[in-house]
């Protein structure tokens, strides 16, 4: 909560001003400048001697060595990989850091981004994630604050243990604590956990030489609410330093800027892929996402960006195709089109099966797929076979739903990530079927039309259905804005037609109907036969026999809550 009349070097309340809910964004625009004191011994209570590391080997700077997006990412997968392979054992921090203080001389040494002992064993700092303090060895007891104020470099056994045992060059800088605690719970919490070491006025942190321009910007930051630096590579290694030291307002400070800069599909990539602990920030949220929408708005079609987007990543993939606005004829052919990305990335069945379960089924919206398309979903051997039974059912559940049943269901999810009840704007509209055997072939077709799609086929659009089968063909409804032959004026016209081309010939019954106020009843329009023969279509072109505008104006009787409610009724002749 924020405290009123908060006291400027309370660090508690400037703190609950700053990562407050609400008051984030409110502390932004009021925080003071203390720019003119950084580094300057008169305003500053506390030393921070900062130990700079040599990089593990193969890496380099992540920042100034870096011309680009590539060149900063390719850099920081490569450092990352090789901490893996220097160091077989991982400890998994959460995003709220525990901080544990083991001092044995008066200067603290904070061990950032370097392996830490536990009990004798050796853990690295999972994405540069925890923060921890680094045991000194009984032998370095005599070291006092003088000497390390001195310029002595500090050098304790435990180092021996790390990777990095050389420091490369020492920098000593002046800080002000209730600045720093005011901007960083670690800070806070590192000069105010009541124990003695929190009283001494030396602190050490250990970094790698590849951080040391990023942790001086942030630090610079927590007084002047400001970055010199502008470039996308620099930014991002600020991003990451502030998260590390949970920085929150300098974290949103580089989540703005980042985002205002031009976005790439390169950089969109890298902003989705960084560690799950930025992702997690609140304050990075706006740039992930601007980031999901641009790969969103690039790949909408992806008809014509096939290749392109089958070689996505996975956040690249979660991004394009969790989109509501994603052009594609047909839920099927997402599903089609995901199988096909999993099988290309993921050639071993068993991590195909843990990422449809954990990711990728999340992407796929069932309840929009054709019943036959659900049952190939229950024998895919990429699917677990329980979770292919769990996604079957809710879509068919779905599918036995009430319209308005299915409406609320979707209202519901508007504000998820992902949101599988919720119609795409496919190419070819969905249909409700029913399906009867006895006593004669037979299905009755349900398709709805909402009155902006009606209002996009004028002066000459149309609209298909999904593909529905009977007698083992396939058929689909199509919808069109004609000109009446007779009277030359626009008007509306449904057309039923058969998917399959040759010499294929198929005798049918039909009846289109619609429903109509102010029964709300279903009011049959037209009736026929036809034998189809394949490629060929049959229909009305003025079903309604009324002029276009009449059938679109505000008090028509053929748009009930703005849905223009179809049925096709097809029996086999004997």
């Known amino acids: 909560m924020r405290v009123p009349d908060a006291d400027l070097f309370n660090p508690q309340s400037i703190m609950d001003s700053d990562f407050s809910p609400g008051g984030a964004s409110a502390s932004a625009s009021v925080d003071p400048d203390f720019g003119f004191a950084f580094d300057d011994?008169?305003?500053?209570?506390?030393?921070?001697?900062?130990?700079?590391?040599?990089?593990?080997?193969?890496?380099?700077?992540?920042?100034?060595?870096?011309?680009?997006?590539?060149?900063?990412?390719?850099?920081?997968?490569?450092r990352r990989e090789d901490f893996?392979?220097?160091?077989?054992?991982?400890?998994?921090?959460?995003?709220?850091?525990?901080?544990?203080?083991?001092?044995?001389?008066?200067?603290?040494?904070?061990?950032?981004?370097?392996?830490?002992?536990?009990?004798?064993?050796?853990?690295?700092?999972?994405?540069?994630?925890?923060?921890?303090?680094?045991?000194?060895?009984?032998?370095?007891?005599?070291?006092?604050?003088?000497?390390?104020?001195?310029?002595?470099?500090?050098?304790?056994?435990?180092?021996?243990?790390?990777?990095?045992?050389?420091?490369?060059?020492?920098?000593?800088?002046?800080?002000?604590?209730?600045?720093?605690?005011?901007?960083?719970?670690?800070f806070y919490k590192l000069f105010s956990n009541g124990m003695k070491e929190s009283e001494q006025r030396h602190v050490t942190l250990r970094i790698h030489a590849s951080e040391e321009t990023a942790l001086l910007d942030l630090l610079s930051f927590m007084y002047s609410n400001t970055l010199s630096t502008t470039t996308p590579t620099a930014l991002l290694d600020v991003l990451m330093a502030a998260d590390k030291f949970e920085v929150a307002s300098c974290m949103r400070y580089c989540s703005r800027l980042l985002r205002n800069l031009p976005m790439t599909c390169e950089s969109a990539l890298l902003y989705l892929d960084l560690p799950s602990s930025v992702l997690m920030a609140d304050a990075v949220q706006p740039l992930t996402d601007a980031a999901k929408q641009f790969l969103a708005v690039r790949y909408k079609d992806i008809t014509k960006f096939q290749e392109e987007v089958l070689n996505l990543p996975l956040t690249g993939i979660e991004a394009v195709f969790s989109s509501d606005d994603l052009q594609v004829a047909s839920e099927?052919?997402?599903?089609?089109?995901?199988?096909?990305?999993?099988?290309?990335?993921?050639?071993?069945?068993?991590?195909?099966?843990?990422?449809?379960?954990?990711?990728?089924?999340?992407?796929?919206?069932?309840?929009?797929?054709?019943?036959?398309?659900?049952?190939?979903?229950?024998?895919?051997?990429d699917f677990d076979p329980e979770l292919a039974s769990k996604v079957v059912l809710e879509a068919l559940f779905f599918k036995s739903e009430m319209p308005h049943r299915q409406r609320a269901l979707a209202a519901e999810e508007a504000n998820a990530t992902y949101r599988r009840f919720v119609e795409r704007t496919y190419k070819y509209r969905p249909v409700k079927v029913v399906e009867f055997e006895l006593p004669r072939q037979q299905c009755v077709v349900y398709l709805d039309l909402k009155r902006e799609e009606c209002t996009h086929l004028f002066p000459a659009g149309r609209v298909y259905s999904q593909a529905f089968h009977l007698g083992g063909q396939g058929f689909f409804l199509s919808a069109h804005c004609n000109m009446d032959q007779q009277s030359s004026f626009h008007c509306f016209g449904l057309f039923l037609g058969m998917q399959e081309r040759g010499s294929v010939t198929f005798a049918v019954d039909y009846e289109f109907a619609a429903r109509s106020k102010p029964t709300e009843d279903y009011v049959s329009k037209y009736k026929g036969n036809y034998t189809f023969t394949g490629g060929k279509a049959v229909g009305y072109r003025n079903l309604f026999g009324i002029p276009w505008t009449a059938f679109m104006s505000d008090d028509s009787i053929y748009f009930i809550n703005g849905i223009l409610h179809l049925r096709a009724e097809l029996t086999i002749r004997q």
């Not at 900062?50 to 920081?76: F, H, Q, Y």
């Open 332 to 381: 099927d052919a997402v599903y089609d089109f995901v199988l096909k990305w999993a099988r290309t990335h993921y050639p071993k069945l068993e991590e195909r099966r843990g990422i449809f379960a954990t990711r990728l089924s999340r992407v796929i919206r069932f309840p929009y797929m054709t019943c036959r398309k659900l049952k190939k979903v229950l024998t895919c051997i």
């Open 41 to 78: 011994s008169n305003f500053s209570d506390r030393t921070l001697r900062i130990e700079i590391m040599p990089d593990l080997p193969e890496t380099k700077s992540d920042g100034g060595g870096c011309c680009s997006i590539a060149d900063w990412a390719r850099n920081r997968k490569r």
């Open 84 to 186: 893996k392979k220097e160091n077989g054992l991982f400890c998994f921090v959460s995003k709220i850091k525990i901080i544990d203080f083991i001092v044995q001389s008066e200067e603290q040494i904070l061990n950032c981004n370097l392996p830490y002992m536990v009990d004798g064993v050796t853990y690295e700092n999972q994405d540069e994630e925890a923060m921890a303090m680094v045991e000194e060895s009984p032998s370095d007891i005599g070291l006092n604050s003088n000497q390390i104020g001195n310029g002595s470099i500090y050098n304790n056994d435990s180092s021996k243990n790390m990777d990095c045992s050389k420091v490369l060059r020492v920098k000593t800088i002046h800080i002000s604590s209730p600045i720093l605690a005011a901007k960083s719970p670690f």
